[in-house]
């Protein structure tokens, strides 16, 4: 087990799948023996709720209300298998600045020396969506992430708010930004979603660390309040995120992406979206 | 009706496509302008300048009656700090977490204990950079706590970034101040007539209003230092007359097209002739022409003894800084009394199909022009390279001639406008050339802020024209 704190940040466009994988990746983590701290960066605070039986948690920017002292205990719970879970939180929708709250619920935790406190092996980041202001970037700016992984299916948008991730990459990495661990193929189905996931891989030469099969028994977890790690620990999904989860904090070589310049994107899409109809064309006449 | 429908001013830039950054010879401005509109330049070193929040601060605090809550972190109410102006006013000096969650409860607290602890007849919600960004919606709060206390709630909507011109803060404020405190046009309208300044001190602005007496025609000025009452007044005017240009153009469009005050956009009363022709002309309008004929033609005879004064300084070079309209008059001035315009700084220029310029730049085509507000580098610059006999500006700008050793004549203290004004001016200009010593030891000959090789630089060296 590694001594030094691997600081991990996972993104992805809105409803993709993030905290469902986060959260199962932090189980898998926790039940092989690691110390982990998942933080919840978004407003919804609700990332780690499946790790800790759905209760509502105080959020680190609650906590600040009214210039209160804030301790850990205030903004911390033990969920499963150990798991330190804190939601970051942030305004209520359509008011304030949730990229400002990111930023200001982690240099809390820093002040707080949670980390240190913990003794975390892992610390992942949920970050909520697209990286949309300098706020939502914070996590890979200033080294204070090792590794970031984005999490993207074979829809156009997940894989242009994969590209827009990428951008923010390439630009902080050189000055010390994290760099990318890979990209996490999630809820695969389609015969064309992983070779499409490989070659926008490729193009911006990055990897994909695993992919993640579209599976009932995630649904299933879910409306019982936990991970499949928890709730289904013998099914084949939660072999799958153990292997994720493996391969996430043994990866040493992260790389600096190449995004797409958006007409390349846009002209990368099309190419794929007449590949396909090519291919369904003959299953659909007959 | 189209101003005033929307929910604050236009940006300078865009409204009238004003430009803040220019150096060069007028006639390169004069070209520009008549092939449309000025290119819009970019500083590649920009020193610091007013923000439009300073300018609907300082605008604000001169409205008699009202009080002022700024919305923001507590700096952004430095404006306010010292000026003793007898305006309540207060700052939600919000923090952190207001930033990311809303200062919406902030606000609110805010106005009621402003409400309670002064009762004033009005309240302007002043929005500041922070809370630009989160998008407070003060426009709420101000309408549920308007019906709640009583009391007229006024948002004004300064952000601090959005435009580089301070005058866009100018234009904000009149937007808020017409919009919600100023009541529809009655059928019975007044005797008077609006004069619409914000940059004139208050004597200057009261010797015009002496002068429009004399010709037996009321008035009121509007925005600057005006109270409550007036403002109820302003829609009853038989006229509004312009007297700063662009400044005045919103207040005077405005009222125009939602009230139907007709608006007079005249050259401004600078110096001798250019005050004839605004007195004559706006006493025409409002039904007076024969008294102002007559008046301007006995301050024309008394006025013959200010440029006698000056006659030993014929030919001095004179240097000024005034807002555009101000100053093209101001040249008029300078003629009149024998004295050379040797360079003109302007804090911006919106000057499409602008005659003054056309007229200044026919006769002076190389004049050394500078657009920009602040930026004392570009000005030292230029200071230096004409050594001008008198520098002409208002409030601290002069502190950057005084360094060089150039008498100074600062026009915060003096009024402009009018026949009182052309005297003063004069007055004072004879009295500056004649003890030019107090400025030179001031100065010492040297600015030592820069060094010599920077002044070394062509002063446009940071105004650049961006390619696109």
Redesign the interface.
Known sequence: MSKKTQHLAIYGKGGIGKSTTTSNIAAALAEAGYRVVQIGCDPKSDSTNTLRGGNYLNTV?DS??DGAVVRLNDIAAVGFKGVVCVEAG???PG????G??IN?AISLLQELHLFEEVQADVVLYDVLGDVVCGGFAVPIREGLTDRVYVVSSSDFMAIYAANNLFKAINKYAPSGGAKLGGIIANSLSASYAQPLIDDFAERTSTRVVDYVPRSPVVAQSELYGQTVIEANPGSAQADVYRRLARAIVEDTDPVIPKPLAVNDLRQWARDWGDLILREEQPALAA | MTLLRQRTALIREKRSRAIAAFCGPIDSLRQEAEQGSPAQRVRTFSQDHPSDLQRALHLLQSIQGLAVVVHGPAGCASALHGVDSGTPWTVTAIDQRDSIMGGDSKLRRAIKELHASHRPPAIAIVATPVVAINNDDIESVAAELREELGTPIVPVFSDGFRSKISATGHDVVVHALLKHLVPQRPRNLGTHINLLGSSASHEDLQGLQQLLEEIGIQSLVFPRGSSLNELERVAAARLSVGLEGDDSDYAGQALRDRHGVPFLDIAPPVGNANTAHWLKTVGEAAGHGAQAALAASCHAHRLQRSVQALAAFNGARVFVNLPAPQAFAFADLLAELGLVLAGLKLPSYAGVGDAALGQLAARLPHLPLLVGEGQPFEEVNLLQRLRPDLYIGRGVSSSHALRLGIPTLDLDRIPLHGYLGAERVAREIARSLSNPALARFLGGGADEHYKPSWLTRSTHWYVKQEVK
Do not use: E, I, K
């Not at chain 1, 008011?95 to 949730?98: K, P």
């Open positions: 920017l600040t209300r942030g305004p209520v008011v304030g600045c949730a400002r709250g200001a």
